[in-house]
């Protein structure tokens, strides 16, 4: 019998990051092999939390990284620095990261630093354009070729990492743990928790992204605003995100509107509860692109490139950029037309089965145990 032990140091630093690892986690917690260490650098701070506590993760290790507003090149330089103690102390045999922050990015450069193999969840996902999403491609594709083991969610992004060159052994295409996460707390049945009226048909909106700041958040805004004024049917909830480069202009064009809600962002549970809920979804989250079309929810996309091809090839996802014009004229498509939203409401699921957890798990034991 084996009774040797790795000890795995997973990062997690923002909330998206917390929702994906957590199945990873979970499921190395039960191998009697794996000696799992958590390190949060909080990057989003109060959204980190909320995820952690619905998973029963509690972080072994808390850098308090976030600061107010702080600027990319100072989060990183104390990223690096606060990284390299921890490797220092821990000394895993293996670190895990997820997803394309810069708490990826720094993670995979500290352990290349200290020659420690990197596992890349949700490996292989691109735009092909270094500057949108922005910082996100380049930390992708940074991590992409520092990592050991890519997990990735899609053959089509196995395809990505092979046209860089990326060797064909260390791919490992396992679905996106977001499924996992997201089948975990439907089985929960969640509820939205707001006084929000069943009459009328909900759109959920979600819009934070760095590269949307200015006058694109404004064009969003705006299309918001015009289809509340136009449908007297409908609601809006927009939790919005606390950034003040979106809380501000999101306050100051749509609040007082007696068809919007806005509210702080909500936890996991019910914001899959609004999700389950709504009409269909105005988002330019990530993650939502995924999780949305296993609900059978459409997603119209707010940005004008994706790294998640496989829902705007089924169908089920669409983008729209954050164009005024063609955000309303989607959205009132869905909304007036039947058999345009039947086609785009029909669940589908390109992103996993529920399983992608034990297939990562499976690599690394493989790997670190034989």
Same mark, same amino acid.
């Given at each position: 019998?084996?009774? !040797? ?67 990319? #090149? #100072? ?125 009328? !048909? ?7 992204? !760095? ?10 805004? !705006? ?148």
């Amino acid at each position: 019998m084996n009774t !040797r032990t790795s000890r795995i140091l997973c990062v997690i630093g923002t909330r998206p990051e917390a929702i994906k690892m957590a199945p990873v986690i979970l499921a190395l917690r039960n191998e009697d092999w794996a000696d799992v260490r958590v390190l949060a650098t909080a990057q989003h701070r109060d959204m980190l939390d909320q995820v952690l506590s619905i998973f029963g993760i509690d972080p072994d290790i808390d850098l308090d990284i976030m600061r107010h507003n702080q600027a990319l #090149t #100072t989060l990183t330089a104390r990223l690096l620095l606060d990284l390299d103690d921890v490797l220092h102390a821990e000394r895993p045999e293996a670190v895990l990261t997820q997803g394309d922050t810069t708490t990826v990015m720094s993670a995979a450069l500290a352990c290349f630093h200290h020659r420690i193999p990197v596992g890349h969840v949700e490996a292989g996902l691109r735009t092909g354009d270094m500057l949108n999403p922005f910082p996100e491609e380049m930390n992708r594709v940074l991590t992409g070729r520092l990592a050991r083991w890519h997990f990735a969610p899609t053959y089509s992004a196995r395809d990505n990492l092979l046209r860089e060159g990326i060797l064909d052994e260390t791919i490992h295409v396992t679905g996106n743990t977001v499924i996992d996460a997201l089948l975990n707390v439907v089985d929960r049945h969640p509820t939205v928790g707001l006084p929000l009226d069943p009459s009328k !048909r909900l759109i959920l909106v979600t819009a934070h992204r !760095r590269e949307n700041f200015g006058g694109p958040f404004r064009a969003i805004c !705006r299309a918001i605003r015009i289809l509340a004024d136009h449908n007297e049917d409908i609601q809006i909830l927009y939790p919005v995100h606390p950034n003040p480069n979106i809380h501000t202009a999101a306050y100051e064009m749509l609040d007082g509107h007696p068809r919007i809600v806005l509210c702080k962002p909500l936890d996991y549970l019910p914001f899959v509860g609004a999700m389950q809920q709504s009409y269909f979804i105005l988002s330019d989250s990530g993650g939502v692109q995924e999780e949305a079309p296993a609900l059978g929810k459409p997603v119209l996309v707010l940005r004008r490139e994706t790294e998640r091809p496989e829902a705007v090839r089924e169908g089920v996802v669409k983008l729209v950029g954050p164009n005024r014009d063609r955000i309303v004229s989607e959205a009132q498509r869905l909304l007036d037309d039947p058999a345009a939203y039947r086609e785009m409401a029909r669940g589908v699921s390109p992103y996993g089965d529920g399983h992608a957890a034990a297939r990562i798990v499976a690599v690394l034991r493989d790997a670190l145990v034989g």
